[in-house]
């Protein structure tokens, strides 16, 4: 397999692309350490050799995610497990979402006037008996 550095590629970009359509693949390197592959192609073949590769990267993805689950010590999680996890993750999402929206509504509603600030609590039952306005107005 050919070899590129980055200060070839940069003074002489015909030359290495010369290199490249002889062996079909080359190594990029920068300071002698590999940093990227250069694989041939043409018009004919762009779309194969691309999705081969996203392919390739989403391979190396999984495995990546496997190796960390083991590393973690995750890897014998059985599916129950992982359900109720997303389980309870999806009921404090949807509890701090109502959360949100309840003091937003709050929110509006003394925007409008129409909830004054809170009051003691003898001070409510004051008002439920009627003794003074609310803390709602009606």
Do not use: W, Y
Request: proline letters at 4%.
């Amino acid at each position: 397999m050919e070899f590129v550095t980055v200060r070839e590629l940069s003074k002489s970009p015909k030359d290495a692309l010369e290199r490249l359509s002889r062996d079909g693949k080359a190594v990029l390197t920068n300071n002698g350490k590999p940093r990227a592959f250069l694989i041939k192609t043409d018009e004919e073949n762009f779309e194969r050799t691309l999705t081969l590769l996203q392919k390739l990267e989403f391979t190396q993805t999984i495995a990546e995610m496997r190796n960390t689950s083991f590393e973690d010590g995750n890897a014998d999680i059985t599916l129950e497990e992982i359900n109720a996890e997303i389980a309870a993750a999806r009921r404090v999402r949807r509890k701090a979402k109502r959360e949100e929206e309840f003091h937003a509504e709050a929110q509006r509603h003394r925007e409008r006037g129409e909830i004054r600030e809170p009051c003691s609590p003898k001070k409510a039952k004051e008002l439920d008996r009627g003794r003074g306005p609310g803390t709602v107005k009606h």
